[in-house]
């Protein structure tokens, strides 16, 4: 019946105002507050921010994300519970969706790995990973295969992370040099290590490997579209060779891939 459709299209809008309201609050306040405008800090009833009414005070419409998540949202919950894909079954495959979204926004706005999103998705790798992998020989194996994952994707994510900080020091040398101020940009943050153990409980090993191999192919991807922009723009400098690339979402990427479609 069609308006059976009613429910995952439903239940992908409420996902998504939780995932704007989580990126609406928590990078600025840290904590569960009442959301408020982003111009004029009034706060925003709640009854308006659920219907995305424009601020009161001021006037100021609700963000494109806002409008682009949602519809993200009711679409891939949409796809999800018409198609839905074998290994973590209906619930925990929208549950960890709605957890990469929280993610992925966040990073893209502020290029943050919150530590409370860490903890969160913690738990919930490590129940999505015993889910997964307890059903041939238990929930103590599940739970170890999960567990592994989360300390590899961590300790290869901690190596890279290394290997960022030496090139970040090269190039603060090099920007030191050329007379030009430092920036704080990290190669890696190390929010990124977190995602990576994250992901890595989610994944279990070893498909772990394959979930990093993915993100850096999508990161790579990414990276080399943004350097296809600056040469058309002729904006190109070797600096933005190193311009920062945020690691979160291509690792995301590379874990949705695996989890969902591999
Ligand atoms: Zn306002």
Not at 47 to 62: Q, W
Not at 105 to 129: M, N, S, Y
Not at 136 to 162: E, H, N, P, R
Request: proline letters at 5%; charged letters at 15%; a positive charge.
């Amino acid at each position: 019946m069609w308006f059976e459709l009613l429910v995952p299209v439903l239940l992908g809008w409420l996902a998504g105002l939780l995932v704007n309201y989580l990126a609406d609050v928590l990078p600025f306040t840290r904590r569960l507050s009442q959301p408020a405008c982003p111009r004029c800090q009034t706060p925003f009833r709640w009854a308006d921010y659920l219907t995305l009414r424009a601020c009161r005070t001021c006037g100021k419409r609700r963000s494109l994300r806002t409008w682009i998540v949602l519809i993200l949202a009711a679409a891939s919950f949409l796809y999800l519970w018409l198609f839905p894909r074998p290994g973590l079954g209906l619930p925990l495959s929208l549950i960890v969706l709605t957890y990469f979204g929280v993610i992925i926004v966040i990073d893209i706005e502020h290029r943050l790995i919150l530590f409370p999103t860490v903890i969160a998705g913690a738990v919930l790798g490590l129940i999505a990973g015993t889910y997964l992998y307890s059903k041939q020989d238990g929930v103590l194996a599940g739970m170890l295969i999960s567990l592994l994952g989360g300390v590899v994707g961590f300790a290869i994510m901690f190596l890279f992370y290394k290997l960022g900080e030496v090139v970040a020091r090269y190039r603060a040398r090099k920007m030191r040099a050329a007379g030009q101020a430092e920036d704080e940009e990290e190669a890696l943050g190390g929010g990124d290590v977190y995602l990576s153990g994250v992901l890595g409980l989610m994944l279990g090993w070893p498909n772990v490997i394959l979930g990093i191999t993915a993100g850096a192919l999508a990161g790579g991807a990414m990276g080399l579209l943004a350097v296809i922009a600056y040469l058309i723009q002729r904006r190109y400098a070797e600096n933005s060779l190193m311009t920062f690339i945020p690691y979160g979402p291509s690792l995301v990427l590379g874990a949705f891939y695996i989890l969902y479609f591999f």
